[in-house]
T-cell receptor
């Protein structure tokens, strides 16, 4: 039972345009969400997070949107750069469950010059 | 500030052996979590330690165990290795437990032959 799903295994975007990565979850106990970027043979790199009390969080080119009623979150990257090409994972954690993250399956983003 | 350090980076073991992996968290971080990444199952939570106590445990058999020392360094142990234990094992550290960004090490690639 996949509690966190990233339905698009891959996404290709032109440099300078917007990249939108999506993530759906089923567990209503999740209330803290994170996005990570990962290169092969390396550990995930933390990008941005959002708590369920917010519906938007921005950090530079990265913005995460949370729609609790739809159990959906998305990561927007504007403008996309070739260096953004990597696998992106969304992760979720329930309140007071410590740092027990449940990860989605990942979306491979390719930004073309 | 040094990141999360995992040792060794690569390991080859034989079925039936046991293995110990080490993780040094970011200085000042008190929470250490372990994850297993495989092509088939993705990133899965193993366990979290906070202040030398196991706070959470994922759905893994008892062959997987861990501990945390007073300096927050952590080790995980896998006994009676099986071929299916071949994976990238990732350690993540957080300042506190609960709603804290987790920062990952580069991982230990374990191959069981």
């Amino acid at each position: 039972d996949q509690q966190v799903k990233q339905n698009s295994p891959s996404l290709s975007v032109q440099e300078g345009r917007i990249s939108i990565l999506n993530c759906d979850y089923t567990n209503s106990m999740f209330d803290y969400f994170l996005w990570y970027k990962k290169y092969p043979a390396e550990g995930p790199t933390f990008l941005i997070s959002i708590s369920s009390i917010k519906d938007k969080n921005e950090d530079g080119r990265f913005t995460v949107f949370l729609n609790k009623s739809a159990k959906h979150l998305s990561l927007h990257i504007v403008p996309s750069q070739p260096g953004d090409s990597a696998v992106y994972f969304c992760a979720a954690s329930p309140w007071e469950a410590g740092n027990m993250l449940t990860f989605g399956g990942g979306t491979r983003l390719m930004v073309k010059p | 500030k040094a990141g999360v350090t995992q040792t060794p980076r690569y390991l080859i073991k034989t079925r039936g052996q046991q293995v110990t992996l080490s993780c040094s968290p970011i200085s000042g971080h008190r929470s250490v979590s372990w994850y297993q990444q495989t092509p088939g199952q993705g990133l899965q939570f193993l366990f979290e330690y906070f202040s030398e106590t196991q706070r959470n445990k994922g759905n893994f058999p008892g062959r997987f165990s861990g501990r945390q020392f007073s300096n927050s360094r952590s080790e995980m142990n896998v006994s009676t290795l099986e071929l299916g234990d071949s994976a990238l094992y990732l350690c993540a550290s957080s300042l506190e437990t609960g709603e804290a960004e987790a920062f990952f090490g580069q991982g230990t690639r374990l191959t069981v032959v």
